[in-house]
């Protein structure tokens, strides 16, 4: 259950853009977001010879995805520097760390296994990952002091405009329902929601597999061939299901994801009793008198 917290931001070097330190202010947990170009500056400092968990993030995937590399060292600064040197993708690290210099090289393999394992499951990001690992052996209360770490990680994490863990959908109405919508029609059946960020479409719509003419060869064509390489979605049954949630930047993109063809989205997604996406949730909008 979310709840209030207070949260401290403080600049280092006084610009917003450069090096940012999170910290909760009852919590013993610490995130260093790290400018690539300001490496040298961080690698100066002593929480770069601290045991800890990093996340490299940089440009998008072909199919619209933040990409992200999640790791963990003994000596994160150290770490980044070999990545500086073999990895291109990224270009800013978010670093975990303890306050007190409590975390042990254990607490790291659990949190980075359990991360990825987070990461995947809420599908925000394309791991630039290899494999997810096997999970390490973790006695039971460094388990626990896990837990609560990623929990707070998760949350600067948000704060600093990468939530990686945080669920694509929304949360269930005060009736305990979910508020979806419709796709149907071209070979469509999809599910989705509108949400803050943009649109999901659920877990097991399909789509049809081909695209109509006046877009092949074009930028959609394109981005739907990413989607299927990218593993987003999948041939089944003749048609192509969603193996995940994804999120769409727009309700139009979504719908024409499914359906093989340019779409507006605001009048193809309805809702359980026909109404367009367009009249649930711009047309009731209205302005102040």
Not at 51 to 63: I, K, M, P, Q, T
Not at 89 to 114: C, D, G, K, P, Y
Not at 146 to 159: D, F, M, S
């Amino acid at each position: 259950m979310p709840r209030p917290q207070t949260i401290q931001i403080f600049l280092p070097a006084g610009d917003a853009r450069g090096m940012r330190v999170a910290e909760i202010t009852t919590r013993i947990v610490r995130v260093i977001e790290v400018p690539r170009s300001q490496l040298p500056e961080f690698i100066k400092t002593p929480e770069a010879l601290q045991v800890g968990v990093y996340f490299l993030l940089g440009e998008l995937s072909e199919a619209g995805l933040p990409r992200v590399y999640i790791g963990q060292s003994g000596s994160i600064g150290n770490r980044l520097v070999q990545h500086n040197q073999n990895k291109d993708f990224w270009n800013r690290a978010l670093v975990v760390i303890s306050l007190t210099n409590s975390m042990t090289q254990t607490h790291a393999l659990f949190l980075e296994w359990f991360a990825i394992q987070q990461a995947t499951q809420a599908g925000r990001y394309a791991l630039e990952n290899g494999n997810a690992g096997a999970r390490p052996h973790t006695p039971a209360p460094l388990e626990s002091d896990c837990h609560e770490i990623h929990e707070t990680a998760a949350t600067l994490l948000a704060t600093l405009g990468q939530p990686i863990f945080e669920p694509l959908t929304n949360a269930l109405t005060i009736r305990g329902e979910k508020e979806l919508f419709y796709c149907k029609g071209s070979g469509a059946d999809g599910v989705g929601e509108y949400t803050t960020e943009g649109f999901v479409v659920l877990k097991g719509s399909r789509g049809r597999v081909d695209n109509v003419a006046s877009i092949q060869g074009t930028s959609n064509q394109r981005f739907r061939d990413q989607l299927v390489t990218e593993g987003i979605m999948a041939a089944h049954d003749g048609m192509l299901a969603f193996t995940r949630d994804h999120l769409f930047a727009s309700p139009s993109m979504a719908a024409m994801a499914l359906m093989g063809r340019s779409a507006n989205g605001w009048l193809e997604w309805k809702s359980p009793k026909g109404q367009t996406l367009d009249e649930v949730k711009r047309q009731s909008v209205t302005a102040v008198d």
